[in-house]
């Protein structure tokens, strides 16, 4: 797996993950939207974590820095 994904992306994945764990923990979200969101929630975590995102490779899309060539 070629890595597609930058670091602000990885950050903001995160965090959205994080704002939906308390959410789901704190009751503001539950039943089978918050299980949804929650699931989602752990989707982002692990693409972060390995730097790929499936959703980004059929379209070609890559929010990383390139690196020149010299």
């Not at 699931?39 to 730097?51: K, N």
């Amino acid at each position: 797996m070629k890595k597609n994904m930058g670091s602000a992306d990885k950050i903001i994945r995160i965090l959205i993950a994080v704002v939906i764990g308390v959410l789901f923990y704190t009751g503001t979200i539950s039943g089978t939207l918050g299980t949804i969101l929650l699931i989602l929630a752990g989707v982002f975590v692990l693409t972060s974590l390995v730097s790929f995102c499936p959703l980004y490779a059929p379209f070609g899309i890559s929010t990383c820095k390139m690196k020149e060539k010299k």
